[in-house]
């Protein structure tokens, strides 16, 4: 297919016009050159040259943004971007050009050729335009755009396109990619504008030619109903299928897709699928699919990630890049391991900035001190915690680089514990770590170690003893009498108490971790057990702690339910939707739930995001789950809490028997002081939360006071809560977090002392940010290297396999829950199936039959209260809320760790 190209004259014609067509393109090797129309518009025009179905698209050079760009301030150029890009001020400084470049005139006659297009246009894309990046850096060898640059759908009308050019030139002036780009090495970039009408698709999605690290000739496809774009950003779970030749389905999990996404009247818009549960593909499109593949790997011996779009059975290519083009996460390379595993079970999902700040230096300032407790080296320059896709990611590499000068932690073990995998991989990078240095060290750090063990009783009582004088000062201060500077001192003091308390709980967490590695090391030998085995005794032996602070708030839910049912009134306003707490009777359910909430107000689902509003503001979630649990039958928690400590009881009787005196004595001491470390580390995790609330009352003053000094904010903040402004589409979930949240505690303690004014650019940057970020699916919870462009279908059939976590069989129908909105779903005696629990979860256990989630280990939240209240529990399912769907019936092991689909 390929052309001769254009006549000298007939090229420089070509190169007077602003808009370009991809025919002009694939004609012409010079024109569709990366450096001319970008990575993204360079592809498509060779997909176009190769005979593959692509799109009428016409595409914006990039010496139009170069032209736009000349007329504004030289701190807008990215070349001048790019070399601030590591400094601390680039997040202000990309903000206040994306803001330049939004409003900047386009050159002259752009605007006018976009105006002739619509003109000529509109009555053939009746569902508007896809206006798309193509960076001059893009889908090259080492640098992809994908997720970090603007994709405007459905535009209609010349001033629409014309702003959607904007909005795509203007992501390059972003915090994220910048750094991403200075990381790689990039020290200029130009943008071109990919323009197509939008395609009617009955289905699209994304389709990855080979899959990593397997077979070449495999290829992966997530597809769903609609516009592919929530399938490419991850906004909903897609059909996932591996091909392979000829188009042969080896595997496929079809997921329930209620819901897609479409262009309509209005714009973008979702709308009902009449059959929810059929396959988003037919046959003929995965055989054109594999046939694509084929094509495209005979031309190029790569793998290839492709976007395509079905209408009716053809199927078009919207773009494809080399999967080499996707970068390594910050301080990582092709080798290390990354992990959301122990992180993500905390803290779920994106976070916003004010937590990374809080969050991150938390995190990284604990480890160390944790790793220097013990005696080990840390390196300045290492990168414990990482950001991938707005997430928090644990580098398991440095962290076992630095964990292996320890002789007796073997990477495997704690991976395992952790719930993560890779442990194999790491125990090969760590093989060669020195330890001479912790040898040398080791008398003053056993000594140190014995004495804080000794001394563990005391130091939490001291602490606890100085937080709660910290927190009775705190409720009783009015924040709105402190002066500005006053409040920024305040954010130090309750900065200086969280570190504080991160101190104290990683002792306690060492404690717990320590005494259950040598518990189950001397069950391995006394009991001869090992493995799985001598994990699951030593869990089943410590269960039936009975006064597990994590466990409380479940208890008191069920307090509080088994009141509701003698008291009809407080009954009957509780069984509605929308109950609140001024519709309650007076009585005693009313005075359990006041109390419920002074106790426990300070938790919530996700309770590690400063964001996040707590009981106290928003009891819905304790509504919801009250309301779920009347439904059924009663079920009194008191005889569970037993049953759980008369199974420990039994268990360490039958131990026992085998056991001589010594060897009693020995497990005896072992669980019990298993216990105590895992009550006090327990306890401490409570405090954080605590303090993280205190945290929040702070930021929510601040936030009062900074719309007030900069009107900017006041006005977008007030546009979003009404679902109108630029951000309009991610309106309903940007809504609910307050400006503040899109600072750091520095920006935000800075803005107070100097009452700074210029904050407007910088937080609608950091929303825009945050929109991308939450609309990218979650990477897989370990990868190495890179996260993958797809999700891999789940293996292993009708039969998954996790880590058991609380022992118990029981069957029943899942009842798979994708955020907190949807708890309310769930119905007495179904199996709970999430991706994770915190303790705002954990009172739905008492409802559920059985508990499953993809992520946790037997140390995590989820097995811990799992366990204190006898609920069979399998935590770390990879890909188990894609597997599996409400309605499913399964068996849940929590003895095996094995979920089966009957």
Request: include cysteine; glycine fraction near 8%.
């Amino acid at each position: 297919m390929a052309e001769a190209a254009l006549p000298k004259a007939a090229r420089r014609a070509a190169e007077s016009r602003w808009l370009l067509s991809l025919d002009d393109l694939a004609r012409d090797d010079k024109l569709r050159e990366r450096k001319n129309v970008g990575g993204k518009a360079a592809r498509l025009a060779w997909l176009k040259k190769h005979g593959f179905q692509v799109p009428r698209t016409w595409v914006v050079p990039q010496k139009a943004f170069v032209a736009a760009i000349r007329q504004l301030s030289p701190a807008c150029e990215p070349r001048s971007l790019l070399r601030a890009a590591t400094g601390r001020a680039v997040y202000a400084r990309a903000a206040d050009a994306r803001q330049e470049i939004l409003q900047a005139p386009l050159p002259d006659g752009l605007e006018e050729e976009l105006a002739a297009l619509w003109r000529a246009n509109e009555a053939d894309a009746p569902w508007g335009f896809a206006v798309r990046s193509s960076a001059t850096c893009e889908d090259g060898a080492l640098v992809s755009m994908a997720g970090l640059a603007e994709t405007v759908l459905g535009v209609r009308g010349a001033d629409a396109l014309a702003n959607a050019v904007r909005a795509v030139w203007a992501s390059i002036a972003s915090g994220r990619a910048l750094g991403y780009l200075a990381t790689h090495g990039v020290r200029d970039v130009g943008m071109g504008v990919v323009i197509q009408p939008m395609v009617r698709a009955v289905a699209a999605g994304v389709m990855f030619t080979r899959k990593s690290r397997g077979a070449a000739d495999e290829r992966i496809v997530n597809a769903g109903v609609g516009l592919g774009s929530p399938v490419v950003d991850g906004v909903t779970t897609p059909d996932m299928l591996r091909v392979g030749a000829g188009g042969v389905i080896l595997e496929q999990t079809i997921a329930r897709k209620t819901r897609a996404t479409v262009v309509g009247a209005s714009g973008v818009e979702e709308t009902a699928v009449e059959r929810p549960d059929e396959p988003a593909l037919s046959a003929a499109h995965v055989e054109a699919l594999a046939a694509i593949a084929d094509k495209l790997e005979k031309l190029e011996d790569v793998p290839w990630d492709v976007e395509f779009a079905c209408e009716g059975e053809r199927v078009w290519v919207v773009q494809a890049r080399h999967v080499t083009g996707l970068g390594f996460p910050e301080g990582g390379d092709a080798n290390t391991v990354w992990s959301s595993v122990n992180v993500g079970e905390a803290l779920p999902g994106v976070a916003t900035p004010f937590t990374w700040s809080v969050a991150g230096a938390y995190s990284d300032s604990g480890f160390r001190k944790a790793f220097g407790t013990l005696g080990c080296t840390v390196p300045k320059s290492a990168v414990l915690v990482g950001n991938v896709h707005g997430r928090f990611y644990l580098n398991l590499s440095e962290f076992m680089r630095i964990a292996a000068q320890v002789p007796w932690l073997d990477p495997r073990t704690l991976v395992d514990l952790g719930g993560g995998s890779g442990g194999d991989e790491l125990a090969t990078q760590v093989s060669e770590v020195s330890r001479r240095g912790f040898y040398a060290r080791l008398p003053v750090t056993t000594t140190r170690l014995l004495k804080e063990q000794l001394r563990l009783d005391d130091h939490v009582a001291r602490y606890e003893d100085e937080a709660e004088r910290a927190l009775r000062d705190h409720n009783t201060l009015d924040l709105a009498i402190l002066p500005d500077e006053g409040l920024g001192r305040k954010f130090r003091d309750v900065q200086a108490l969280l570190e504080r308390t991160g101190d104290v709980m990683l002792t306690c967490a060492s404690s717990a971790l320590g005494t259950h590695i040598v518990l189950k090391g001397v069950l391995a030998r006394v009991a001869k057990t090992h493995g799985a085995d001598a994990e699951r005794l030593a869990h089943d032996l410590t269960s039936g702690i009975r006064d597990l602070e994590s466990a409380r708030p479940a208890i008191g839910v069920m307090r509080i339910v088994h009141l509701a049912r003698r008291d009809a009134g407080a009954r009957v306003v509780l069984e509605q939707e929308g109950a609140t707490m001024d519709a309650l009777p007076e009585g005693p359910t009313k005075r359990a739930l006041a109390s419920f909430l002074e106790l426990y107000g300070d938790r919530a689902v996700r309770e590690a995001e400063i964001s996040t509003p707590r009981w106290k503001e928003d009891p819905r979630p304790v509504f919801a789950m009250i309301r779920v649990a009347l439904r059924g039958d009663a079920r009194d928690v008191e005889p569970q809490l037993a049953r759980a400590k008369a199974a420990a009881d039994a268990e360490m009787q039958r131990l026992f028997r085998r056991l001589n005196f010594a060897e009693q004595t020995a497990v005896r001491h072992l669980v019990a002081r298993a216990q105590k470390a895992a009550r006090l580390r327990e306890r401490m995790r409570t405090w954080v939360t605590r303090v993280l609330g205190m945290i929040r009352d702070v930021a929510l003053d601040a936030d009062r006071r900074l719309l007030r000094l900069v009107p900017d904010l006041a006005r977008d903040w007030a546009a979003l809560k009404a679902g109108s402004g630029p951000l309009a589409p991610e309106a309903s979930s940007l809504a609910s977090i307050h400006t503040v949240f899109f600072l750091t505690v520095d920006e935000v303690v800075q803005a107070l002392r100097a009452s700074r004014t210029d904050l407007g650019p910088l937080v609608r940057a950091r929303r825009a940010e945050l929109a991308r970020d939450q609309a990218r699916p979650d990477p897989p919870r370990t990868f190495i290297g890179a996260p993958p462009p797809v999700q891999l279908p789940p293996s292993g059939g009708a039969v998954l396999r996790g880590t058991a976590a609380s022992s118990g069989v029981v069957e029943g129908n899942a009842r798979v829950l994708l955020s907190a909105s949807q708890m309310s779903e769930l119905l007495p005696g179904e199996i709970l199936v999430v991706h994770t629990t915190d303790v705002g979860w954990t009172p739905l256990f008492c409802i559920a039959a059985g508990v499953v989630t993809e992520l946790g280990g037997p140390l995590s939240h989820a097995a811990v209260v799992a366990r204190e209240l006898a609920v069979p529990s399998v935590v770390n399912v990879d890909g188990v809320t894609r597997a599996l769907k409400t309605g499913d019936r399964i068996r849940l092991d929590g003895d095996a760790g094995v979920i089966e689909r009957l």
